[in-house]
């Protein structure tokens, strides 16, 4: 028997489309509607209904190069730190991580601060300091990011990372029966299959936490998702 395909929905297509329609449900014909993403795929996701309404017209915004980042770094630092407290070399790197990993500054804000708690007058912030900074804000941001989760965002969470700590392929099968196992030990109703990979899996995408792809089980012919933690499994774990 073939397993049926398992289709996200697109949610932002979604919210764009009943946006888009704003001027309508408010009999008001100059709404402007603004959308701003970090996404540069955003428009090949919108399907045809909310396109035909949705004519957007793209203002591209490109990234900060090393040496941009650099100097908003250079600036801050002026600003909120003694003069000469901070090598110039920590701040090159810093600058460089947000470019190599994705990050943005922000998290290059809160790892300069962090490299400089303990400092004594007349230390100096180095590069040893941003790496190490670098490792405990990345912990506590993700101890942050799970302490936030809801009941069911964290079972289907810790569901994904049990199998693949076992190197379990975490397909959507078999990640929903130890979800609702996990769920019936902790005397919680489980949502349906549908709900769980269409929105909880979709806000974990979100928030980083996990990747889904759709793939084949073995020997069928049919497809699910697989889903993926983005973190060590085991790490995941526990929290």
Partial sequence: MKQSVMRKEDSVDSLIYMMSRLDEMASKPDVLLVIISNDNTLLKRLKEPTMSKFRPVPIYFRDYNANELKAILMDRVEKAFIPGSV????????????????RDLRWAFRVLLQAARGKRKGEKVTEADIWRAR???DKDVLKETLNNLNQHQLMFLWAIALLRSREVPAMSGYVYQIYKALCDEND???YTMRHLTHYIGVKLE??????????YYRNSRGRALEFNTTEDPTTCLLY
Avoid: F, M, N
């Fill in 87 to 102: 090598d110039e070399a920590a701040i090159s790197l810093l600058a460089a991580l947000i470019k190599r990993e994705g």
């Fill in 135 to 137: 490792e405990s804000v």
């Fill in 206 to 215: 979100t928030l980083g936490l996990i990747t889904a792809k759709e793939s």
């Fill in 188 to 190: 919680i109703l489980p």
